[in-house]
């Protein structure tokens, strides 16, 4: 039996240009890119291919040195046309010029009852080679997971509340049959239970609410209550020496695509969002997808910032720029590039801000969708200590005690504080009400690495 849990503290931010429900075919992007900067926990990626080779979807690309047997594949079938390098020859991203129809590499088949006979050592066997396996991710930390260890529990949540957010039931419409096999395998992975979180205000897929030899929770409250990390403090915390996994449902799906078909099929749905858009849909494509032709023609303007993923959390990637590995979701909101005189303190119908004084109108019309842009509204300053973190954290920790104790170094008092609970996306709100500006999700990250090794 599931739980019904519901949360107060937090912060939705309701922004124009969500996608509406809408699925379209276009034809297939040039280029795609694999980033081994998308997956934390990578020691030295080192590419095994090399530019003008040939690929097929599930051929691999790269692997990590400290784990070699985690194999990161091509999403598509053609040429490898770029390898680029950053510093010190550290690897950024493979490119791979796409052809017109795609060509699999194939893995062993199996029926439904095959599948339920198969032991957790063959399954992860299987899933390690074939690229699927870094859908996979551990905490503490939010790298990928080591397929070495057995988590105590593994947890999907089967919605999503940041920013201009696709709908899970447009984005897995139909894949009841393979999101059951899924959950059928992730139970031989962990010793405890799977979860799988849903919304409980909200119509739940079939995908979601159907599934058997889950634990199906409920969750209500603003966001970040759609952010797995405080779904699992609030239903079974990690502490020290305790490992749980994660994945999304399409990590899900694609496992089961993987037993069942014998391929690794990267083909996905992305919503296309934000106010820049003329016309915020969804469309089919393939992991890592250059968003070049889903863009053409179809802004408002050209002064605008692309992210892959959301405003909240998702990274900067251009108009020419490729879908990250996790993400299927691309936003264009406004680039903020101006200067404001005391803008910082003077409200506006258009401000949205969790501070009332700021963002006044926000307040007297909460359903009301703003457009916002990538303005910051003031520079970083000294630390204030004014308790707004933990009116936007519905988790029981310090979040301004623990990013101070993160500048400090001080990796005891990190872990007192609950830095094996979060990563990134469960204090991204912090870092949108913090009047000092501080980029609190990368400070994060830089006490993750610290504590992870210490």
Not at 130 to 136: A, H, T
Not at 282 to 291: I, L, M, R, W
Not at 309 to 329: A, C, M, R, V, Y
């Amino acid at each position: 039996m599931g739980k019904f849990i519901r949360l107060k503290k937090g912060f939705t931010i309701n922004l124009a240009g969500k996608a509406v429900p809408k699925v379209v075919e276009i034809e297939q992007p040039e280029t795609f890119v694999i980033k081994p900067t998308d997956f934390y926990g990578i020691y030295m990626p080192k590419p095994v291919v090399k530019e003008g080779d040939t690929v097929k979807a599930g051929s691999p690309l790269f692997h990590d040195k400290k784990h070699e047997n985690i194999l990161y594949t091509a999403p598509v079938s053609g040429e490898v046309v770029e390898i680029k390098r950053g510093e010190k020859r550290k690897l950024l991203e493979i490119k791979i010029l796409a052809d017109k129809k795609v060509e699999y590499e194939t893995f062993k088949k199996h029926t439904v009852s095959e599948i339920a006979n198969l032991s957790a050592v063959e399954l992860k066997e299987q899933l390690v080679k074939s690229g699927v396996w870094p859908n996979l991710i551990q905490r503490p930390f939010g790298v990928v997971a080591d397929p070495a260890t057995t988590p105590k529990a593994i947890h999907i949540s089967a919605f999503d509340t940041h920013p201009l957010a696709p709908d899970y039931s447009v984005l897995y419409k139909g894949q009841e049959h393979y999101f059951q096999i899924g959950i059928d395998v992730l139970k031989k992975l962990t010793s405890g239970a799977v979860h799988v979180n849903t919304h409980a205000t909200t119509e739940i897929s079939t995908v979601f609410s159907q599934v058997k030899g889950a634990e199906v929770n409920k969750f209500s409250g603003p966001h970040p209550v759609g952010c797995v990390g405080v779904q699992i403090h609030h239903l079974d915390p990690i502490n020290k020496g305790q490992t749980v996994w994660t994945t999304t449902p399409a990590g899900v799906i694609q496992i089961a695509k993987l037993l069942l078909n014998g391929v690794y099929d990267s083909s996905k749905i992305v919503a296309l969002t934000g106010s820049e858009v003329k016309a915020p849909q969804y469309y089919k494509t393939y992991t890592g997808a250059s968003v070049k032709k889903f863009l053409q023609g179809n802004l408002k303007q050209e002064n605008v910032r692309v992210i892959s993923g959301n405003p909240l959390t998702g990274s900067s990637i251009g108009k020419e720029g490729h879908i990250g590995f996790f993400d299927q979701q691309v936003s264009v909101i406004p680039e903020g590039d101006y200067a404001e005189f005391v803008g910082w303190i003077t409200p506006g119908e258009r401000k949205l801000s969790f501070h009332r004084a700021i963002g006044l109108f926000s307040f007297l019309s909460p359903n009301k969708e703003r457009v916002v842009d990538t303005n910051t509204h003031g520079e970083p300053r000294a630390f204030v200590q004014s308790g707004i973190f933990e009116q936007v954290t519905p988790m029981d920790i310090l979040p301004t005690q623990l990013i101070k104790s993160i500048l400090a170094e001080d990796i005891d008092e990190m872990e007192a504080l609950g830095i094996y609970e979060v990563i990134e996306e469960d204090l991204a709100l912090c870092e949108f009400v913090d009047v000092s500006k501080h980029k609190v999700q990368e400070i994060l990250r830089e006490g993750l690495e610290l504590v992870q090794q210490s």
